[in-house]
């Protein structure tokens, strides 16, 4: 009988879901499905505050004051977007310090591009270019999720990821129509952040273990394989806008399927950046647990008060 009633549950999740429905917290749903919510949820939260590290490291050396309070502006952006995120997860009855554990411990993943250096002032404006460029395309999707919390925090997160975008395309604007040093500068931030960007999706349709699933419950909307042909399609013309070559020789335009043609993706690097042996891996865990515990006495500060706020009610 049990058995029966899950399977009718069950229909009439996956109808709503079909019917264009949101999902909200206290609906009943599959245990794959909140499973599979709280690790894409908790791993986008962590990638948004990890992703303030390698940004973080330049403000202080930023070439102006409007470009330090733009950065600023930006990382400070970063950090909101991870809290509303880990809000988002506790919906599905997940403790935020649980995932936060799961994140030093290595046991959860963020996303690979974060673990690459930046090397000078040009990475900045190409991680804003293609960086937060990719996460628009993947959170314009996720925007219209079939998770209502999920989709409502993203809705926020692209508005201000727009912002991002063109912060670090302008910067990219500025550096390509400058001096020679500048340019050569602006085009070595490309070709190293170029691949590793198209990566950001995740791996080929496929080779991915979730997307059918996710796919499934319109928890995502588009492979990995469209998401990143759109990422291309958008960035080849803005490219070429500004006089910067993409560093891949068989990227072609096809007049047939209008759609830019690129070469392999080396996935073999990606799996080793996941797997914890990228250029900064360690550098960021390291920096995140000397936040976590340098922040402890704030949050034992913080149960104390309200612990005595409950006994003096």
């Not at 998401?227 to 960035?235: G, H, K, P």
Request: charge should be neutral; include cysteine; proline fraction near 4%.
């Amino acid at each position: 009988m049990e058995a029966l009633d899950e399977i009718i549950l069950l229909e009439r999740f996956e109808s709503r879901i079909n019917a264009g429905e949101k999902i909200e917290p206290k609906d009943w749903m599959p245990e794959r499905y909140r499973k599979q919510l709280i690790r894409m949820i908790s791993q986008h939260a962590h990638s948004e505050v990890v992703g303030m590290l390698p940004e973080g490291n330049w403000i202080t050396r930023a070439p102006s004051l409007r470009r330090k309070i733009s950065l600023l502006a930006k990382v400070q952006d970063e950090a909101g977007h991870g809290m509303y995120l880990y809000s988002a997860a506790e919906t599905l009855d997940v403790d935020r310090r649980e995932l936060i554990e799961q994140l030093l411990s290595g046991q959860a993943k963020y996303s690979h591009i974060f673990n690459y250096p930046t090397l000078n002032w040009a990475d900045i404006g190409v991680i804003g270019w293609f960086v937060d460029g990719a996460a628009i395309v993947n959170q314009t999707m996720l925007a219209k999720c079939s998770y209502g919390p999920y989709s409502r925090a993203n809705l926020r997160i692209c508005k201000e990821e727009n912002f991002h975008k063109r912060q670090g395309y302008e910067i990219v604007a500025t550096m390509a129509a400058g001096t020679t040093e500048q340019r050569e500068m602006v085009q070595d931030a490309v070709n190293r952040w170029w691949w590793p960007s198209l990566m950001m999706f995740g791996p080929s349709d496929n080779e991915s273990p979730n997307s059918a699933e996710l796919l499934r419950w319109k928890v995502k909307l588009h492979s990995n394989d469209e998401l990143r042909q759109r990422f291309v399609d958008l960035t080849v013309p803005q490219s070429q806008a500004v006089n910067i070559t993409l560093p891949d020789p068989e990227l072609r335009y096809d007049k047939k399927t209008q759609h830019w043609n690129f070469g392999k993706i080396n996935w073999e690097e990606f799996w080793n950046v996941v797997k914890g042996n990228g250029p900064c891996n360690r550098e960021r865990l390291a920096a995140r647990q000397k936040a976590d515990d340098d922040g402890a006495w704030v949050r034992e500060a913080a149960v104390a008060y309200t612990m005595k706020r409950r006994m003096n009610r």
